[in-house]
């Protein structure tokens, strides 16, 4: 990006400034590097990626601009397509994984990319390579709601809460005070069921699908 | 036409006041519900994140045993998160014959039908926006409800994106970008709907509880934008919402203050009100952020 402070004067208008940022022309065909492009491709929710060329749509209508300064799947995108794995690591990761997936992106895109999942994808990729040297709330999240949905068929709302911050070593904050009475109160006017429906054979689906994961 | 009623984990939990309150109002206007009562998760987010093939594959049992079992021709979520699930994996198996396969052969693996893709998955808001509407429900109408002023919100995947939902490609479809079924449904009741601009934006409850205080942040500015607009309560379509908007609305209010209270009830509640329902089997007291205050002081409970 050229600095901000550079006269630039173009057919006779003075575009020196914030503006400028917005001409840099976009790279389509050029400097587009395939290593990391393949990996985010074979990730689930990754393969559309291709398909972008990079209009700005969806950072124009993102959600998270507004809340989370510098949030922009766009750039996310160019990142991996240009290859530039550092900036994306130093500068991105502890944005990429905040989409709250309200899909206003993958619905505006004009050439079919599915952002949301390709976004979600970029994050994934990111988790895969351990950049965040820790378990990720995603991850551990997304992990025990495989595991339940895969033995269970369905989920359980309090047991996936109390496993998640159990995983998360957050266990505590689930007996505070505000979350006891809150409990309670489910608890009492019939909301939360201590033995959730169950589903007749589900045995023989629970095990086909273990093997799918293998 | 025979519908099949796919309520989804949530609406067997903690909503289950929308559970309730959907059965109640189908029944009373007439929509034969068949619940598919051997339904499994439809695999939301995570799975979607995580594996592609289950994504597919948990929907599409739903499906084959709505077809199969139940023999309906149509399967109808009052979910935003199940609506979108089903589609999406109808809309795998139609553009891609390979996860198509996958499909077809985990369903026969474990000794179901041969599902195609080619349910009809209705959300129950749209399906009785077009099969109800309006008009039938103000002549249904024995306590109008003059005087509340409500916000209608129905949050993301019920509208978007358009390659699952077909919002603006399909007749029946609600407009994407502005909803409005559920504001003329509304109306209808005798409630006044406010405007205001967080109608269709996110509340959050995606991430709400990897990324809590993200999700707290955009929930309090639907609630306050709606109690800006001087809403006596806020309106939805949405399980997820729902628990991202009432039960965490406690959290949302020590972090972001009183603009962030606001009653929410779920869209079944207010009809079934005004058709005469008991506040009791609607759930009204369902909710932590308590609409029955209001609903009294107005002498509508």
């Known amino acids: ?64 601009p507004d809340f989370v300064d510098k949030f922009n799947p766009r750039r996310f995108i160019d990142l991996v397509r240009r290859g530039h794995y550092d900036i994306l690591v130093n500068e991105n990761k502890d944005l990429v994984w905040k989409c709250v997936s309200c899909q206003r ?21 990111l988790e895969d390579r351990k950049v965040f040297g820790k378990l990720t709330n995603d991850e551990a999240f997304d992990e025990i709601f495989m595991e339940e949905v895969i033995e269970d068929g369905r989920i359980d709302e309090v047991k996936i809460v109390k496993d998640f911050y159990s ?48 | 036409m025979k519908i099949g009623y796919f309520p989804g984990c949530s609406l067997k939990g903690m909503a289950r006041a929308y559970d309730e309150s959907t059965k109640i109002v189908a029944q009373e206007f007439g929509i034969d519900l068949m619940e598919i009562e051997d339904f499994n998760c439809c695999g939301a987010l995570e799975v979607k994140g995580s594996n592609e093939k289950l994504s597919y594959m948990l929907p599409a049992r739903v ?30 198996m139609n553009e891609n014959a390979a996860a198509k396969g996958d499909v077809i052969s985990f369903l026969k693996d474990v000794g179901y039908g041969t599902y195609e ?12 926006y077009n099969e109800i509407g309006p008009e039938k429900v103000k002549s249904a109408v024995k306590k109008p409800l003059k005087g509340l002023k409500v916000a209608s919100y129905y949050g993301c995947l019920y509208e ?33 709907v406010v405007e205001f601009h967080a109608s269709a934006s996110c509340c959050g409850g995606a991430h ?22 001087g809403a006596d309560m806020l309106v939805l379509p949405c399980p997820l919402c729902g628990a991202a908007l009432d039960i965490k609305q406690p959290e949302i209010i020590k972090a972001h203050g009183e603009k962030a209270k606001l009653p ?32 009294k002081s107005k002498g509508l409970a």
């Open chain 1, 1 to 64: 990006m050229a600095e901000n402070t550079d006269k630039m004067v173009i057919d006779g208008v003075e575009l020196t400034g914030i503006w400028k940022e917005f001409l840099p022309s976009r790279i389509l065909y050029e400097d587009v590097t395939t290593e990391f492009l393949d990996e985010v491709k074979k990730l689930p929710g990754g393969s559309t990626i291709v398909r972008c060329y990079q209009c700005g749509t969806c950072s124009g209508g993102c959600t998270l």
């Open chain 2, 63 to 92: 499906m084959d045993s709505a077809k199969g079992r139940f023999h309906v021709d149509a399967v109808v979520t009052p979910c935003n998160g199940c609506y979108h699930s089903l589609l999406r994996a109808n809309s795998a």
């Open chain 2, 160 to 192: 978007r994106p358009k390659t699952i939902t077909m919002t603006g490609y399909k007749s029946k479809r609600d407009d994407s970008e502005n909803p409005y079924f559920q504001d003329e449904l509304l109306k209808a009741t005798g409630a006044e």
């Open chain 1, 167 to 214: 995983k998360t070593g957050r266990l505590k904050e689930m007996m505070s005070a505000d979350q006891l009475s809150l409990g309670f109160k489910m608890l009492t006017s019939g909301r939360i069921k201590l033995f959730g429906g169950k589903i007749k054979d589900w045995k023989k689906v629970s095990q086909r699908l273990k093997e799918e994961l293998q």
């Open chain 1, 105 to 125: 992106c993958t619905h505006r895109c004009p050439r079919g990319v599915n952002t949301q999942e390709v976004v979600r994808a970029i994050a994934k990729f």
């Open chain 2, 208 to 229: 709400a509880l990897q990324d809590e205080s993200l999700a707290a942040t955009l929930s309090a500015a639907v609630l306050s934008s709606a109690k800006e607009a």
């Open chain 2, 264 to 295: 929410v009830v779920y869209f079944t509640q207010l009809i079934g009100l005004s058709i005469g329902k008991n506040p009791k089997e609607l759930k009204l007291s369902d909710p932590i952020s308590n609409p029955m205050e209001v609903l």
């Open chain 2, 117 to 128: 893709g080619d349910m009809d998955v209705r959300h129950f808001l749209e399906l009785f």
